[in-house]
């Protein structure tokens, strides 16, 4: 059996949406080296406040094979779709839409998740749009570790 | 396919199959048993118990087949702890960057009261023999040391260790799992006094091994039952494996010189060719190294993609990263050269056969060349380091 899935291979192997977009208006990057991962998401978000749309996405990932591919899945799940749907994707929905992952690399998934949250964030802050800091809570390796 | 993974296992050699298979298909007698057929199992124990001890430079009667490398490393573990008790010599010196085998070990001897000093291995991965005399003291009862490192496949100074053990009265073990079969090794003129080794490390079966202790090392048993090898390992004997191993241990030691010509070739032009990539550096003595290994680390990328990119390039390697292990942390051996954690992720070793070739290593090469150049356009890593947002660590 193999370690992946193929649909996790597939999105290793062939990213989507990898790279800088140049104008991105929501920036977020979680993880760091020390951990061995970290993920970096471009967002440019568009339309009225209140009912925005994630126009484009790109991301950039230093980490292992899953994390790539959570990344490039995460990305897939929000293009295109408005900012409220993006904002309620989970780290098990990643997850789910790769198949599945092993037990010791969810928290790959779960930093899928947060960085759009952070890029989402810094969009908010980036626009002075008021919102719940109880929905952003802060990645650290303790969390995307910790839980498993 | 490439395999450069032989410090993981190796492929079979054909000679060593041939040797097993009349005792898996056909004399299948226990060595125990009183009857010729069992008798004959039982001789080829002894002729395969000779050979071993001659490629060991070694008396037979201190050659016990054990279940494998991790298994002689905790009975030679095991043996010497409780021969420095009966004397209350309960402390033990050993390195940072030994197998696991060794070192959880260890910790389990530290829960029993055992102290236990791991010496440094410096930046080139080298044991520093006045270190280790430094380190000796009045209650010592062992000194372990690994002939050759698992990782970056470093050679220690065995012979200079063993003359300080033997001047200073301490017991002195070496888990010689990636050296044997590889480098000459004399226990006599090295003065080893225990000494463990794998099968499978040179194209034996797996699941066998063997520990060597010296004439009045009296061993403690791990596992209990049988009188088989002479009381200290009980269980049938696994006749065919330990044929095979001492077949293939005899076979690769025959060859050893023309294959370390070779193999020295071939891994100095991997490293010539890996050193053009940037901001990357040889992990150990590029000299004092085992013919077999290459092992680097590149900055800005992760070890596990590096290694699944390159299997999709029909390349099989191996990493040193948190990510291949399942383990939170890079490889001890890494940190235990003094690499950063940002650094050791980004880890790879290439462990060679004797099937190598210069064709497979300028493959290899452009590969790695252009697996690092894809995943460092996808770091965000790399794009600090590049930015001059963060410095970069290495050259």
Not at chain 1, 130 to 148: M, V
Not at chain 2, 50 to 67: N, P, R
Request: aromatic share 6%.
């Amino acid at each position: 059996m193999a370690l992946y899935s193929e649909k996790v291979m597939d999105h290793f192997l062939h990213p989507r949406n990898v790279g800088v977009l140049d104008d991105a208006n929501g920036i977020g990057e979680v993880g760091n080296a020390k951990c061995g991962d970290i993920m970096k998401i471009y967002l440019k978000i568009t339309g009225e406040q209140g009912s925005e749309t994630v126009e484009d996405v790109r991301f950039e990932t230093f980490g292992c094979g899953s994390a790539i591919a959570s990344s490039s899945m995460a990305t897939e799940l929000i293009k295109g779709k408005p900012l409220s749907e993006a904002l309620q994707l989970t780290n098990r929905a990643v997850t789910e839409a790769l198949d599945g992952l092993p037990a010791h690399k969810l928290h790959c998934s779960v930093l899928a998740e947060e960085a759009i949250k952070a890029a989402v964030k810094d969009y908010y802050d980036r626009n002075g749009i008021a919102y719940d800091p109880e929905q952003f809570r802060e990645a650290s390796c303790a969390h995307c570790h910790g839980g498993e | 396919m490439i395999y450069a993974d032989n410090a993981a296992t190796t492929k079979m050699s054909k000679t060593a199959i041939a040797a097993m298979l009349p005792y898996l298909d056909g004399d299948f007698g226990n060595a125990s048993s009183l009857y010729g057929f069992g008798q004959r199992a039982k001789e080829a124990l002894e002729n395969a118990r000779q050979t071993v001890a001659d490629c060991l430079h070694a008396d037979v009667k201190g050659i016990y087949f054990t279940g494998g490398g991790s298994e002689a490393d905790n009975q030679a573990l095991e043996s010497a702890a409780m021969i420095g008790a009966r004397k209350g010599k309960k402390h033990i010196v050993s390195t940072k960057f030994e197998h696991h085998a060794i070192l959880h070990k260890l910790d389990q001897l530290k829960s029993r009261g055992y102290e236990v000093t791991l010496v440094d291995v410096h930046e080139d991965g080298i044991v520093r023999p006045e270190e280790i005399a430094a380190a000796i003291r009045e209650d010592t009862c062992l000194v372990t040391v690994m002939f050759a490192n698992n990782e970056i496949g470093t050679i220690q100074p065995i012979a200079e260790i063993g003359a300080i053990c033997r001047e200073r009265g301490v017991l002195f073990h070496t888990d010689a799992v990636q050296a044997a079969g590889h480098i000459e090794i004399d226990v006599e003129a090295m003065n080893i006094d225990m000494l463990s080794l794998s099968g499978h490390k040179f194209h034996g079966p797996k699941g066998i091994g063997v520990l060597y202790a010296k004439k009045g090392i009296r061993l403690e048993n791990i596992i209990y039952g049988g009188a088989q090898e002479r009381g200290k390992r009980a269980g049938t004997e696994n006749i065919p494996a330990i044929v095979g191993l001492a077949t293939a241990l005899s076979e690769n030691i025959a060859h050893m010189q023309e294959n370390t010509e070779k193999l020295t070739h071939l891994r100095d032009k991997l490293i010539a060719g890996l050193s053009e990539i940037p901001h990357s550096i040889l992990n150990g003595d590029a000299v004092r190294r085992l013919p077999s290994n290459v092992h680097f680390c590149f900055e800005g990328i992760e070890g596990e993609s590096l290694l699944l990119l390159l299997d999709a390039h029909g390349i099989c390697a191996s990493s040193g990263s948190a990510c291949t292990s399942g383990s939170l942390d890079p490889s001890h051996v890494m940190l235990a050269i003094g690499r950063p954690h940002e650094i050791a992720h980004g880890s790879l070793r290439l462990s060679l056969g004797e099937d190598f070739t210069e064709e497979m290593a300028e493959e290899v090469i452009a590969s790695v060349k252009e697996v690092v150049s894809y995943l460092r356009g996808m770091s965000p890593v790399w794009r600090n380091l590049c930015e001059g947002k963060t410095q970069f660590l290495l050259k």
